[in-house]
């Protein structure tokens, strides 16, 4: 507000004190209105939160005090004669009516978690997801809560005050402006894989165990972390990690562990000396042994795969429409799945592939030297597997049925029961039980099926 003051005119000039408001040379005052207010956290004592009346040109001084533990961040509003508008004390100098705001605010904490869908239950409680405002030197608890099918994994970011950041529970001291993550995986479904003279494992922390034939380095698997599968082909290991990309130990003539650049891969299949990999797009890749072309996986109809599988020397893959694709060495006819349709898993053995149908029964193609196709009176079946000469298949119920090359009694799973998981190679076959633990049968010269005192759970 400006205020002229006219002064008032007596015996002989403007006002001095006897008669008026001028400057007493009878000219008018001009004055402005200064407003000073403050937000919630400190206050502004000199000279005050009110409207303040000063003439023209005065310059007042300004001081904000935050309260304890926070702090000062700035003067907004008619902010353009204050002399910093980013300093708790300054100046302000009056050149018209203003109306100015002192800024005041703690440390602020920015708190979010995993963000990937099957995480969606995975959150931090305490003290939820967003930003919050403390006070410095604020202790604030932390609790980041898991769902059972997944589990915590660390903190990330502005680390560097929590107190321990690989606990679900604990605290971070706020001496600054702090962004933090809360990070979660899935537990791994553990699984078990069976290689030419070796048996893998993977265990729900993500970690790996192995035994049998180590000659080319293929069980080295005991420094392998966060794997989400497992699968084991002629004399060497490979492994999917949570995050996409493909670890590979053994036998290497060919390039098939050579699966270094690989990445969002949600599941990878070992043939014989052939790698193949399905991306989360649909498309699939491969490395390794390709003299009949099992790794041409590159054309237009390897696209929409949801599932892939890899023999001796052929490739097959599944579609999300539930036909399968194949390609690779095919004198036995072990690529004839074209006619196939309502498939829901397929697997490939050395020159014969399974189809499992969705009403749990069996189709097969290829070699039946050894009675290897014969699974056409299954029923209840809810995983086939394929062995070099054989098939093996897992009920509904938790037996196991097999049939094919039996000279090691690798087809000897009868007796079996509260089986989830069946992995069979050439000569042995692995199951996973219910409780964690596993079963074997077959060829055990590398002691491939010394695996009764695992527990993957």
Not at 4 to 15: E, H, N, S, T
Not at 187 to 213: E, H, R
Request: hydrophobic share 40%; net charge negative; charged share 15%.
């Amino acid at each position: 507000m400006v205020a002229l003051v006219a002064g008032v005119v007596g015996c002989g000039g403007g006002g001095d004190g006897n008669g008026g408001g001028g400057d007493g040379n009878g000219n008018g005052l001009v004055e402005y209105d200064l407003n000073i207010a403050s937000t919630s956290l400190g206050s502004v004592t000199t000279p005050g939160e009110e409207t303040f009346r000063y003439e023209a040109g005065t310059v007042v001084n300004l001081v904000a005090i935050p309260d304890a533990g926070y702090r000062f961040v700035n003067w907004t509003g008619n902010v353009g004669t204050i002399a910093n508008v980013n300093a708790a004390t300054t100046t302000i100098t009056m050149n018209g009516d203003y109306s100015i705001r002192a800024n005041f605010k703690g440390y602020d904490l920015t708190i979010s978690s995993t963000t990937e869908d099957w995480l969606l239950c995975c959150n931090v409680i305490t003290p939820g997801e967003g930003t919050f405002i403390y006070s410095s030197g604020a202790v604030v608890n932390l609790v980041a809560q898991a769902e059972e099918d997944c589990q915590f994994v660390g903190w990330t970011g502005d680390v560097g005050t929590i107190d321990d950041i690989n606990a679900a529970t604990t605290t971070i001291t706020m001496n600054g402006d702090y962004s933090i993550r809360a990070n979660f995986r899935p537990y791994a479904s553990p699984m078990v894989a069976a290689g030419s003279y070796n048996t893998v494992g993977l265990k729900v922390d993500g970690t790996v165990v192995a035994v049998g034939d180590n000659f080319y380095g293929q069980c080295n698997v005991g420094r392998w972390t966060d794997i989400v599968q497992v699968t084991a082909g002629d004399r060497y290991t490979v492994g999917l990690k949570a995050d996409g990309t493909v670890v590979a130990v053994g036998y290497n003539p060919h390039g098939q562990c050579d699966v270094g650049g690989w990445a969002n891969i949600i599941q990878v299949a070992a043939g014989e000396d052939h790698t193949v990999g399905l991306k989360a797009d649909g498309t699939v890749v491969a490395v390794g042994y390709n003299i009949e072309g099992q790794c041409d996986v590159g054309s237009r109809i390897w696209t929409g795969i949801t599932y892939v599988t890899a023999g001796s020397r052929h490739t097959v893959g599944l579609k999300a429409d539930g036909i399968v694709v194949a390609v690779g060495y095919n004198p036995h006819g072990q690529c004839n799945v074209g006619r196939w349709t309502n498939i829901v898993q397929v697997a490939a053995g050395s020159w014969h592939t399974v189809g499992l149908k969705a009403d749990g029964t069996v189709v097969a193609v290829g070699d039946n030297s050894y009675g290897q196709r014969d699974v056409g009176s299954w029923t209840d079946i809810v995983q086939v597997a394929a062995g070099s000469w054989y098939t093996v298949g897992l009920k509904a119920d938790g037996t196991v049925v097999a049939v094919g090359d039996n000279p090691h009694g690798q087809c000897d799973v009868g007796s079996w029961t509260n089986i989830v998981q069946v992995a069979p190679d050439g000569r042995h076959t692995v199951g996973l039980k219910s409780d964690g633990t596993i079963v074997a049968v077959g060829f055990n010269l590398f002691e491939q099926c010394n695996v009764g005192g695992w527990s993957l759970f």
